[in-house]
């Protein structure tokens, strides 16, 4: 069954402030790195990706970090909003074949916006 | 909206039934995933498609049989399934490169 009390990190921000949200990966041979928003009662929503030989990449208020050294990846979201509030996953390439790749999902960080 | 679509988006099934859950996409997408999400859980690969072969199968037990009759549609059929199998049943697609698109999933509850 599933487990009872089993929380998720959160991470409350006051509307307008900037977002941190961290993760730590677990193989330094992948080359491809992918965050995810998941809202309630939907699936999880591409943000944005970065590939291993990158360390910075922009979109629109969101940036990622990857630091390989230490096998760190980190999302940042500028003047975080109400509709930012959402469960945030990073995910990483794990294997690939002809024409597909494993992506194997981090456990989660559930942001809260204060309004 | 996303553009891969899911159906049923609910389903309650019994452990004697056999059911079956839908997924379809028209990217041109030839690799074609099923996850399985719990609650406050990350989802977790069960099926990978590409080019329409199955080329990765987690270890799933048999009563998960998937299927993918061509490039636009992958089915999971379910058959004697247990309690602990309800959850979100996810189904993405990709190119390579690029992300995983995901569906709004089914949420199985077996009874």
């Known amino acids: 069954g599933e487990s009872v009390g089993l929380h998720l990190p959160t991470l409350s921000v006051q509307e307008g402030d900037n977002s941190i949200i961290n993760c730590a990966y677990s193989n330094s041979a992948s080359d491809y790195f992918i965050w995810y928003k998941q809202e309630s009662g939907k699936g999880p929503q591409f943000i944005i990706d970065?590939?291993?030989?990158?360390d910075k990449r922009q979109g629109q208020r969101v940036t990622v970090l990857l630091n390989k050294t230490v096998k760190h990846l980190s999302l940042q979201i500028a003047a975080t909003q109400p509709g930012d509030s959402a469960v945030y996953f990073c995910?990483?390439?794990?294997?690939?074949?002809?024409?597909?790749?494993?992506?194997?999902f981090g456990k989660g960080t559930k942001l809260s916006v204060i309004p | 909206d996303t553009e891969v679509t899911q159906t049923p988006k609910h389903l309650v099934m019994g452990m004697t039934n056999k059911k079956s859950l839908k997924c379809e996409q028209h990217?041109?997408?030839?690799?074609m995933y099923w996850y399985k999400q719990k609650a406050k859980k990350p989802p977790e690969l069960m099926f990978v498609?590409?080019?329409?072969?199955?080329?990765i199968n987690e270890s799933v037990p048999s009563r998960f049989s998937p299927e993918c009759p061509n490039s636009s549609l992958l089915n999971l059929h379910l058959h004697a399934l247990q309690p602990e199998d309800s959850a979100l049943y996810l189904c993405?697609?990709?190119?390579?490169?690029?992300?995983?698109?995901f569906g709004n999933g089914t949420r199985l509850t077996v009874t």
């Open positions: 990217m041109g997408h030839r690799a």
């Open positions: 993405a697609s990709s190119q390579v490169p690029g992300p995983l698109h």
């Open positions: 995910a990483e390439k794990q294997g690939s074949g002809a024409g597909s790749y494993q992506l194997t």
């Open positions: 970065i590939r291993s030989n990158m």
């Open positions: 498609y590409s080019y329409e072969k199955l080329s």
